[in-house]
């Protein structure tokens, strides 16, 4: 699993601004063999909690060399820890960064490429004329620019991007979806359309809004 999939708790030391992760995974040894506590020994060593869901990352999360940010708390305060490499064979480094994640924007969309080739299967061996299927996408993305994320209800999180999460259609915005093909397809092309969009507005379906909150980290 990437980084910042459900809770992580964290030993981190304030005097250096190192942190380890600890159960449920086992604690990460050091090439010297040390453990933290004992490189740390003297110092201000305290217990974290990731808090929140905020997560950010400058690659896609299941790349070994992502450096990944989240934020964690000791009860008190909330700190950044941010986690990466120096290079593939080197251990991930955690270091604890005084400030926060701050939303920074929400976008929301539809996967085109998979709406494309889904629709090109459904009218197969009659085809739809490609300048159509390119209006008709073009209309979904443009639909897509005025959702407000908030009004919407999220059906599952990406496994793989825990900053992603998808959201099903809503009904009028569906509605909305199927009215529009009045503009775009002559009629047997939207009698073959009804079926699909239908099941496309399932909670699994290919009409599923994919909701991507982007993090920027604030610096206290
Ligand atoms: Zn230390």
Redesign the pocket.
């Known amino acids: 699993m990437p980084e910042g999939h459900g809770i992580h708790h964290f030993l981190a030391?304030r005097?250096?601004l190192?942190a380890e992760r600890v159960l449920p995974h086992p604690p990460e040894v050091d090439p010297q063999g040390a453990s933290f506590l004992e490189?740390?020994a003297g110092?201000k060593?305290e217990a974290l909690s990731r808090v929140g869901d905020a997560f950010l990352s400058d690659r896609p999360p299941w790349d070994p060399m992502a450096t990944t940010y989240l934020e964690v708390t000791n009860g008190s305060e909330v700190l950044v820890v941010r986690s990466g490499r120096r290079s593939v064979e080197d251990p991930v480094e955690r270091v604890l960064l005084p400030g926060r994640l701050r939303l920074d924007h929400i976008t929301v969309e539809f996967d085109l490429d998979l709406i494309r080739r889904a629709l090109d299967a459904h009218f197969f061996p009659q085809a739809v004329r490609p300048k159509k299927l390119e209006q008709f996408l073009a209309m979904l993305s443009e639909l897509c620019r005025g959702i407000d994320a908030e009004r919407l209800d999220v059906v599952f999180d990406a496994a793989m991007e825990p900053h992603v999460q998808f959201a099903r259609l809503p009904e009028d915005l569906h509605r909305e979806v199927v009215a529009r093909t009045a503009g775009i397809f002559d009629e047997w092309e939207r009698e073959r359309l009804r079926p699909f969009l239908a099941e496309a507005s399932a909670d699994d379906g290919l009409l599923t809004l994919r909701v991507t909150r982007s993090f920027t980290l604030q610096a206290a």
């Open positions: 030391c005097t250096c190192e490189r740390h110092h060593v």
